[in-house]
């Protein structure tokens, strides 16, 4: 009978989601942002470490810091919310980050979309470095639909070209359903995250094939080679190829936001953060004729459990969310280690 294998356990430290809110926003605020958006990008980021969105999480922190000391990012730029129709709303954010521009329009936005049933939300001259979901999950709880997506810098070649030109261009969707937790997914309409790239190169790791290519435009399971010089591959095909065109329409081109390739941070070293738009569409289920949508939408979980589907989109975020909050979320100690050294304590 063969021994089980070895399982070596990260040392870590378990920490409230308050504590960590905290700390991250000590880390914004001793670099450069104002208390308003180190309170919105700390909750973006602790969120999603909470969540098991790892790539996305602390992960970020040292890109967010990096970006701010070069000057690419305004930490304390104010969004200018423009109301121009029934159901539109716009936002310069500044050349701030995307999250506190949405957190300026969110009142509106809401607004429009219970008068007039939907309502869009442009955001332009933004940047954001985090997590989709986050944006659109808020949205479900309150019983609505959400739809958002975002460009981001180029590192895609586009299905049958040879050089890359799109971002990873991630669309993220949240519906709410009667007897549970919203559904949720975001997703990158490249093969693999460019944040879980970076991971696996720190990590020593191979990707599975038809992730990316090296700088020569050959395939590679290396993510180095992915990362200097290198491309991501879109996901399946021409399909995937097709979809980060339309968020590179959406979130740029209807937005007034930069299109992946359109904007240059070879002058700002340091700089991570794309530059780009962001577009959210809401909808309010309550203005359609019918059942009741999230009654609807429980009886669409119903039979695709009953088709044998074990696990929703989101399902895996909500679970780990529940055992951060009954036991903490578990940060690696030479992680925290050095969220404490950008903290300067």
């Known amino acids: 009978m063969s021994a089980s294998p070895l399982v070596v356990e990260t040392p870590s430290e378990h920490l409230a989601y308050a504590q960590l809110v905290a700390l991250l926003e000590h880390i914004f605020l001793r670099h450069g942002t104002s208390a ?4 919105v990008l700390a909750d973006n980021c602790a969120s999603a470490e909470r969540d098991g969105a790892h790539s996305h999480g602390v992960f970020r922190i040292p890109g967010y810091v ?30 701030g980050f995307a999250q506190p521009a949405l957190a300026a329009a969110r009142a509106l936005l809401v607004e429009k979309a219970r008068s007039a049933g939907i309502a869009v939300l442009a955001i332009r001259n933004s940047h954001h470095f985090g997590a989709l979901w986050p ?40 519906a709410p359903r009667a007897d549970g937790d919203p559904i949720v997914f975001d997703l990158a309409t490249s093969a693999i995250a460019h944040g879980d790239v970076q991971i696996a190169a720190r990590k020593g790791e191979r990707l599975p094939a038809g992730m990316g290519v090296d700088s020569l435009g050959q395939p590679t399971q290396d993510p180095k080679a992915i990362l200097e010089g290198g491309a991501l591959l879109p996901f399946g095909g021409h399909k995937g190829s097709a979809l980060s065109m339309m968020v590179e329409l959406l979130a740029a081109a209807l937005t007034g936001g930069n299109f992946s390739f359109e904007f240059d941070w070879s002058n700002h070293p340091g700089a991570k ?25 429980q009886e669409l979980v119903r039979q695709m459990h009953g088709v044998g589907l074990k696990r929703l989109p989101g399902d895996r975020r909500h679970a780990q969310r529940a055992k951060a909050q009954e036991d903490g979320i578990a940060i690696a100690l030479d992680e925290l280690a050095n969220l404490r050294v950008l903290a300067g304590s």
């Open 135 to 174: 944006d659109v999950e808020p949205f479900a709880y309150e019983g609505l639909v959400a739809l958002s997506m975002v460009n981001s810098m180029t590192c895609v070649v586009p299905h049958g070209a040879d050089r890359p030109l799109f971002g990873t261009n991630p669309i993220a969707f949240a």
């Open 273 to 297: 953060t794309p530059w780009t738009g962001q577009l959210i569409i809401v909808i309010d289920p309550g203005k359609a004729a019918g059942q009741n949508f999230a009654e609807r939408s």
């Open 66 to 95: 990096s970006t701010l000391a070069s000057g690419w990012v305004d930490g304390k730029a104010l969004p200018i919310v423009e109301d121009v129709a029934s159901g539109f709303v716009r936002v310069d954010a500044a050349n």
């Open 36 to 39: 308003e958006v180190a309170a």
